[in-house]
């Protein structure tokens, strides 16, 4: 069974462009979690999606982070336009039922904003 | 808000040596996990601890719960190298929910 799957794995962009990532889950799970990991700071969550519906997205920083989950299948967290500050390791983690013993996390998308 | 804390932050012990990692968590939460991550590496689930009382053992780590102290350890037997990495405990925010507070992590380093 393949894992949770990130892309990029990395990027490198410059201060005012856009990025958008992409998280593709085990298939079957409804749930679906991005986090964040900023240099130095603790992981945080962003937002869960229960199939296509956002369940929670207390966690999104502000409104240049959009976060979509076509279909309920893959997710993309776009961040337009992006700042310094962005920079981290963007994590998405999915589980089959609300209820769920764990997480299973993707590789992580590294980005670098300039 | 849910605060979770975890001690030490870094950690440098010799093979063969026992230690414990602890974590503790500001508000009642009913299920702990613990994640290892290896660097560059994704996060993986190494316990799930459901109850209060909770004890789970895998090779050389063994994780428990206190619920009522709020308190988690991960403990360390006669440590051995392929255990370094960084390890973090994550609580959920609220009773029957998935969104997580993860503590800062433990960046364990084991010495031949």
């Known amino acids: 069974e393949a894992g949770v799957t990130q892309f990029p794995s990395h990027s490198v962009i410059e201060k005012g462009q856009t990025v958008t990532l992409r998280c593709d889950p085990i298939s079957g799970h409804d749930n679906l979690y991005w986090y964040r990991r900023v240099m130095g700071k603790e992981i945080k969550f962003l937002l869960h999606?229960?199939?296509?519906?956002?369940?929670?997205e207390s966690g999104m920083p502000n409104n240049r982070f959009l976060a979509e989950r076509t279909g309920g299948t893959y997710s993309t967290l776009k961040v337009q336009p992006a700042e310094l500050e962005d920079s981290g390791v963007y994590f998405c983690?999915?589980?089959?039922?609300?209820?769920?013993?764990?997480?299973?996390f993707g590789p992580g998308t590294r980005l670098l904003v300039l | 808000e849910l605060k979770v804390e975890q001690n030490p932050l870094f950690l440098s012990m010799q093979e063969g040596k026992n230690y414990t990692i602890y974590c503790n968590y500001s508000t009642t939460s009913d299920r702990l996990y613990w994640y290892r991550q290896d660097p560059g590496k994704s996060l993986e689930s190494l316990f799930v601890l459901l109850s209060n009382g909770a004890v789970k053992q895998e090779g050389r780590l063994m994780a428990s719960l206190d619920t009522k102290a709020r308190l988690s350890t991960l403990h360390i037997t006669a440590a051995v190298h392929d255990l370094s990495a960084t390890y973090f405990c994550?609580?959920?925010?609220?009773?029957?929910?998935?969104?997580?507070?993860f503590g800062a992590g433990t960046r364990l380093t084991v010495k031949p």
């Open positions: 983690a999915s589980s089959p039922s609300f209820f769920q013993e764990t997480q299973y």
């Open positions: 994550a609580a959920p925010v609220k009773y029957n929910n998935n969104d997580m507070r």
């Open positions: 999606f229960v199939k296509e519906s956002k369940q929670d």
